[in-house]
């Protein structure tokens, strides 16, 4: 087969013999053992893994919930923050109104004079 695709000018043999290569180095699949992959499963081996699978779930549902905590903190303090930000904007144009006012007093006021 390799010598009828050999003939085509489009194909490169180094590439597909290399493919493996670049396979076996590939670091998500140097993590599994394939020998393992390969082997029957026990009730062992079963029991084993569901162990190491509810002890990562209960990890993750651990963080899930710290998260869950932590983000209604935030959320508190951004909605406080908020409010705060709200209100001083308005106390300030209030400030700047009877700045305005008062201003306007005195000008009048000397104007008079």
């Not at 050999?6 to 670091?27: H, K, Q, R, Y």
């Not at 394939?34 to 162990?51: D, F, G, M, R, V």
């Not at 710290?66 to 209030?94: A, C, G, P, W």
């Amino acid at each position: 087969m390799l010598s009828t695709i050999g003939n085509n000018s489009n194909f490169d043999e180094n590439l597909i013999l290399s493919l493996p290569a670049a396979l076996a180095n590939n670091s998500r699949l140097g993590e599994h053992n394939i020998n393992e992959n390969l082997n029957p499963i026990t009730s062992q081996n079963y029991a084993e893994k569901y162990k190491d699978l509810e002890s990562v779930l209960a990890d993750e549902k651990k963080t899930n919930e710290e998260l869950q905590k932590y983000y209604k903190v935030l959320k508190t303090d951004h909605t406080r923050i908020k409010n705060e930000t709200f209100e001083l904007k308005s106390q300030m144009q209030n400030l700047v109104e009877e700045n305005k006012v008062m201003q306007d007093k005195y000008k009048s006021m000397f104007d008079l004079f």
